[in-house]
């Protein structure tokens, strides 16, 4: 009788061991499935946000994403960018990057009257992504300029008259006023694209940065641009003036139109971002510290 017991227990501590073998290898299994999904996952969570990289496993440093986005679908799914900022009203664009640039224009002094008084000067920045199949009207064959890049030449003053920049030689052979990349580009906003913002001025452009998407990347009027609706960019097919200058005969040539959801965020980021930068704060600033409170009688 006691033998007996001994076998069924033994049976059963087999069977128990053999359970908890096979469950602990099919979680190992599974869990090594899931590590290997999440090591072979490479897009705009797994590589730029917290929670994407701690879910991937992912350590080191990592690119703060500074940029308000807006894009098309079949943008985010090449290019594995997360669906909160698709909007399928873009047009005449694949993607749009909107962002505060503390670098681009330098460090300027000599504000309020006092020559060591200092500060970088803003640029408000929007980044372009736009099918090659727009055949914008470049006016050059380089694939690629920047002025981001150029970040003491600045500081250079010739000495003799013909020690120029090589770009002056462009504008004699051109025999025109020579803009980067396009000569004519312009904000328009409001019904019936009514109004005008200023000129997007054009800082860097990379043609065919991916296949068959250009890029261009401009400055435009901070605080205003972020205020209006129903704005679109316009390149236009130059006309010049006998001194090279763009006359306003000048016709549309593309039109990238921007969805009024995108310019919310984007003035929200403002309030957070560019304001608190502003020179119209530094002013405000100034005249408060001067200012002396009116006493008492």
Not at 10 to 34: C, D, E, P, R
Not at 222 to 244: Q, W
Not at 251 to 265: C, D, E, V, Y
Request: charged residues 25%.
């Amino acid at each position: 009788m006691i033998k007996t017991n001994n076998t069924t227990n033994l049976k059963n501590i087999s069977k128990y061991l053999l359970t908890t073998t096979l469950t602990l290898g099919l979680l190992s299994a599974t869990n090594t499935v899931i590590a290997n999904q999440n090591s072979t996952i490479d897009n705009y969570n797994t590589r730029y946000t917290p929670q994407g990289r701690i879910k991937a496993g992912k350590r080191g440093t990592y690119k703060k994403d500074i940029h308000v986005w807006v894009y098309t679908s079949k943008f985010a799914k090449r290019f594995g960018m997360p669906q909160e900022w698709v909007d399928d009203e873009l047009k005449g664009a694949e993607a749009l990057a909107y962002r505060l640039d503390l670098d681009v224009y330098g460090t300027k002094c000599g504000y309020f009257s006092n020559v060591e008084n200092c500060r970088p000067s803003t640029a408000c920045v929007v980044d372009m992504y736009i099918d090659d199949k727009a055949n914008l009207p470049w006016n050059t064959n380089s694939r690629f300029e920047s002025l981001y890049g150029r970040k003491s030449n600045p500081f250079f003053v010739a000495q003799k008259k013909k020690d120029g920049p090589t770009y002056g030689k462009r504008i004699t052979k051109r025999g025109q006023q020579y803009k980067l990349g396009l000569d004519s580009t312009g904000i328009v906003y409001g019904k019936n694209d009514k109004w005008k913002l200023g000129a997007y001025y054009i800082l860097e452009y990379d043609r065919d940065i991916y296949k068959n998407l250009d890029y261009l990347s401009g400055s435009v009027i901070c605080h205003s641009f972020g205020k209006e609706r129903d704005v679109k960019i316009d390149i236009d097919n130059p006309v010049f003036r006998k001194d090279g200058s763009v006359s306003m005969k000048s016709t549309l040539a593309h039109q990238i139109k921007i969805p009024n959801s995108f310019m919310g965020r984007i003035e929200v980021y403002d309030k957070a971002q560019y304001e608190p930068n502003s020179l119209f704060k530094a002013l405000r600033d100034r005249l408060s510290a001067t200012t002396k409170p009116k006493s008492s009688e």
